[in-house]
């Protein structure tokens, strides 16, 4: 058993992480390096941050308000992905959208 302190969707998120495996021991014995980190902004309503992976590839990950991530993907379809978020936050969930994409030559 542990004791979280501090914002509870970290908490939440760091138990998840625990649940599948991604102890602090596993994540130090990594070699996914951090590159850089947008820290999480109220008005931003997301955060960012950019690592390499033991391929030598670079992925950005993005968390934060599902809306924001929504328009910063130029997704079309994003209908049944409001209409879900919608139904979880007025069941008082607390909702946050994760994404990441690989960065290449191609895509800087």
Not at 15 to 39: F, Q, R, W
Not at 50 to 61: A, K, R
Request: aromatic letters at 6%; zero cysteines; charged letters at 25%.
């Amino acid at each position: 058993m542990y004791t979280i302190e501090g914002d509870p969707t970290d908490g939440a998120l760091t138990v998840l992480g625990h649940k599948i495996g991604l102890t602090n021991e596993v994540l130090e014995d990594s070699v996914i390096e951090a590159i850089a980190e947008l820290p999480f902004d109220s008005e931003r309503k997301y955060m960012a941050a950019l690592y390499t992976f033991p391929d030598e590839t670079m992925h950005l990950i993005i968390k934060g308000a599902p809306d924001v991530l929504l328009d910063i993907t130029g997704t079309k379809d994003t209908q049944s992905w409001e209409e879900a978020n919608q139904d979880l936050a007025e069941g008082g969930m607390r909702v946050i959208a994760q994404g990441s994409v690989e960065i290449s030559e191609e895509n800087v």
